[in-house]
């Protein structure tokens, strides 16, 4: 199978060499792989150190980017995925250059989409009882991610422990059944394309990752986050119930499961 590794960095100067680094072996040699980075036009030296880094290390399948502006959190998410389409690979993994998500839980990631039992698997912090704040999270994102995970599977029948996870994993053929061109540039894709996924039947798993929380700085807004990620939660609800029609969900053909 065919594996982009996709790494999304901005300001990740002091962790990318080491995220890099983590790779497992063992996931490189039993895909054919490339290792995608795009760097959010970081104002400090990440794409140069990856660079570098891609320089002293020809062995390696990768693949060096930088825009020429900052797109935003869910704008490079959406260069990355449409890169796996059009260069259609089979799976597409998520790593955040600042290495908050271990790479070595990667194997573990991949494993439920290599037979097509799964085709989106998410990394959850909270699948391991007081896991997350052992690993260090903060209490106040430790119960505002229970709080609005709790209310979005209410809302959307589902059962997930975490909605706010930044560790994915996708079958390629399930990002080219949803519109996510249309998302937003901001932090709220990942609940976006989260719904659209459910609302194409794409099967979906979570699996167990470490949490940790390092000297890496957060950029997310943490108030109209949540507005955010409510206001589109509420927004499916009402598509998926024939209120209204709204374009992030219209492409969809399995929507009407939700009514």
Do not use: W
């Not at 975490?162 to 390629?172: D, K, T």
């Not at 061109?181 to 719904?195: C, E």
């Not at 950029?219 to 209120?243: E, S």
């Amino acid at each position: 199978m065919r594996l982009l590794i996709f790494i999304v960095a901005y300001r990740a100067e002091k962790h990318i060499i080491s995220v890099f680094e983590r790779i497992p072996q063992v996931v490189l040699d039993a895909f054919e792989y490339e290792i995608l980075l795009i760097d959010d036009a970081s104002p400090d030296r990440t794409y140069e150190l990856a660079l570098e880094y891609e320089a002293l290390h020809p062995e390696l399948e990768l693949t060096t980017r930088k825009n020429a502006r900052n797109l935003g959190y869910g704008g490079n998410q959406k260069l990355g995925y449409q890169y796996a389409i059009d260069h259609e690979f089979d799976l597409v993994i998520l790593l955040h250059g600042d290495g908050q998500y271990a790479p070595e839980a990667m194997a573990d990631m991949l494993a439920p989409l290599q037979d097509g039992s799964y085709e989106y698997v998410m990394g959850s912090r909270m699948l391991r009882k007081g896991g997350a704040l052992k690993g260090g999270m903060p209490i106040y994102k430790f119960v505002g991610n229970k709080i609005l995970t709790a209310t979005q599977n209410f809302l959307l029948r589902t059962k997930l422990s975490e909605f706010h996870s930044g560790y994915r994993a996708f079958a390629v053929a399930a990002l080219s059944r949803i519109p996510f061109q249309k998302n937003s540039d901001d932090f709220h894709f990942d609940t976006q394309i989260i719904i659209q996924l459910l609302f194409a039947d794409a099967k979906l798993k979570e699996v167990p990752i470490p949490t940790f929380y390092g000297d890496e700085i957060s950029y997310v807004n943490g108030v109209p986050y949540a507005l955010q990620i409510l206001r589109y939660t509420l927004l499916a609800v009402l598509h998926a119930k024939g209120c209204i029609s709204h374009e992030l969900f219209a492409e969809i053909s399995s929507v009407d499961q939700f009514r």
